[in-house]
């Protein structure tokens, strides 16, 4: 089962902040943070990941609570080609863990 | 990030016929392979996962006599769909990990199979 809570939709509007919610208070100590996204009819694509400190890349920053109960992925200028269904996922992180997805937010953004 | 090929991309078959899928890490071994389905508008479920050299370890519930999965070298799993019938059709996605310390997960394209 997903041990993750994410709101099922959100709009934001083209070139502004999308700010992605999800609740994990069940985490574990060595659980790591993912965020993935699925475009329609394509296989998910890694967008990053955390374990307590904040994290940023090319395509997002992610926000973990000093509690890590929940965190925020935001996508800083988010365009059309940011529509997609955003999975927030927690896992050990090792070889031998499974990635099992939960239900995601279905993000639209809006021209 | 690494990339994952899946073929085809997508795939008509009659009803009780076999399809085979193939899943291929192009610039790095992986260790590790797994399979997933997805049914219209819903999340992807795992089905099974694969280690290089042994037998793949099918979820529960997952018929492991339907969906054959081999996992014969670093670069390489495919899936094989038998007797196929229509409730098979579905968005079949595989995931490769690498070996070392690369823990992440990269995803194929994914097929579309239709049993008509």
């Known amino acids: 089962d997903a041990k993750t809570t994410q709101p099922p939709s959100m709009d934001c509007a083209e070139g502004r902040a999308a700010n992605l919610p999800c609740n994990h208070s069940?985490?574990?100590?060595?659980?790591?943070v993912y965020w993935y996204r699925q475009i329609h009819s394509q296989g998910p694509q890694y967008i990053i990941h955390?374990?307590?400190n904040n994290e940023t890349n090319e395509m997002a920053s992610l926000i973990i609570t000093e509690d890590r109960k929940s965190s925020t992925l935001i996508l800083p200028h988010a365009t059309l080609r940011d529509t997609a269904v955003y999975y927030c996922?927690?896992?050990?992180?090792?070889?031998?863990?499974?990635?099992?997805f939960g239900k995601g937010t279905r993000l639209h953004i809006l021209p | 990030g690494a990339v994952v090929s899946q073929h085809p991309s997508r795939v008509i078959c009659k009803s009780g016929t076999s399809v085979k899928i193939e899943c291929r890490s192009l610039?790095?071994?992986?260790?590790?392979m797994f399979w997933y389905r997805q049914f219209p508008k819903k999340s992807l479920m795992l089905m099974a996962t694969?280690?290089?050299?042994?037998?793949?370890?099918?979820e529960q519930g997952v018929e492991k006599d339907k969906f054959l999965i081999n996992h014969a070298s670093l670069t390489l799993s495919t899936l094989t769909v038998t007797s196929a019938h229509p409730e098979d059709s579905s968005f079949y996605i595989c995931?490769?990990?690498?070996?070392?310390?690369?823990?992440?997960?990269?995803f194929g394209q994914g097929t579309r199979l239709t049993v008509v």
């Open positions: 996922i927690v896992r050990v992180g090792n070889r031998d863990d499974k990635i099992i």
């Open positions: 995931s490769a990990r690498g070996t070392g310390g690369l823990t992440e997960a990269f």
């Open positions: 610039d790095f071994q992986a260790t590790t």
């Open positions: 069940t985490i574990s100590g060595n659980e790591y």
């Open positions: 955390g374990l307590k």
């Open positions: 694969s280690n290089e050299g042994s037998k793949a370890t099918y």
